[in-house]
């Protein structure tokens, strides 16, 4: 068993309101008891002030939680989006994102730095509109007892190097790190030619592939998504299914001091030939043979 909460990753926006109810009740009847409140939800939520109030009545009748979220990641809603009249609108949105979180129940909400969607800008443009964002965002998650979790991607403002500079400069209970395995494995072979690191690094920084990343963000890991790939693409495989040293990877999560959660963020059980029961089993398994 695992002693931090295994959450899991549904896409309940897409179904139907009154199939929730069957849903949830197969959800904990497979051994699933805790959802990710999926980035999805939050802009169905700003469109449907009473949203919160119908899943979370549909989630206490199944016995079913909300531990973590995630928030929306178009690059415009991102704090290290630099266009300066743009910005607003973003820290406005973030704030009311960290409200809905809050309005769950969940302690952590994952956020994407943001893509280098102008690829010819140097990291340090991103780093500064991030930090001004955190000095904005920071105080909000604090108010609504939220913590903010940057997650590792592979484009400029998001490797694991930038996130760790993050985690330095703002040493707040409110912010921390959120481990994406998949896409660390991706760094680790950022250099290879059909890699998405690669094609996405049109930017005067090298590619800074890397395979120390978990190593790096230990000690700010607050939440991680776990989910399989061969390196060369975000394939979102349950793990197991790619190159992953499953056992590598959770030898060191058991030792992240702030760990709170652990998400499966594999693709949909609901779209894979793997019933509910065995992903849930799935992950109770990786988590208990390392003791995490």
């Known amino acids: 068993m695992s002693f931090v909460p295994v959450t899991h990753v549904a896409r309940i926006n897409s179904m139907e309101e009154n199939f929730r109810p069957y849903l949830f009740r197969h959800f904990a009847e497979s051994g699933i008891r805790n959802l990710v409140l999926e980035s999805s939800l939050m802009p169905a ?3 449907d002030p009473f949203l919160p109030e119908k899943l979370l009545k549909v989630a206490g009748e199944t016995g079913i939680t909300f531990v973590d979220g995630h928030a929306h990641f178009p690059d415009p809603l991102c704090p290290s989006y630099p266009i300066e009249a743009k910005r ?3 820290l ?3 704030k009311l994102e960290i409200r809905i979180a809050a309005d769950f129940g969940v302690k952590t909400l994952t956020v994407h730095t943001g893509n280098n969607f102008d690829r010819s800008l140097p990291a340090g443009v991103y780093r500064e509109a991030m930090y001004r964002s955190l000095d904005v965002l920071l105080p909000e998650a604090e108010k609504q007892g939220i913590i903010l979790a940057l997650e590792n991607i592979w484009t400029v403002p998001n490797t694991g190097n930038e996130l760790v500079l993050a985690m330095e400069k703002f040493p707040s209970k409110n912010l921390g790190l959120c481990y994406d395995s998949g896409h660390a494995n991706i760094m680790k072979f950022a250099r290879s030619e059909n890699s998405p690191a690669r094609i996405w690094w049109d930017s005067p920084e090298e590619i800074p592939q890397d395979d120390q990343i978990l190593e790096k963000m230990l000690p700010y890991v607050v939440n991680c998504h776990l989910h399989d790939n061969h390196g060369l693409k975000d394939e979102h495989l349950l793990p197991g299914k790619g190159n992953i040293d499953w056992d590598h990877i959770m030898g060191l999560l058991k030792k992240a001091p702030r760990l709170q959660c652990i998400q ?3 693709s ?9 029961r065995e992903v849930a089993e799935l992950f109770e398994e990786l988590c208990s043979k390392t003791g995490c």
């Open 45 to 47: 939520c700003l469109k």
């Open 88 to 90: 607003p609108f973003m």
């Open 92 to 94: 406005d949105y973030l």
């Open 264 to 266: 499966n963020e594999s």
């Open 268 to 276: 949909s059980f609901l779209a894979t030939s793997a019933p509910a």
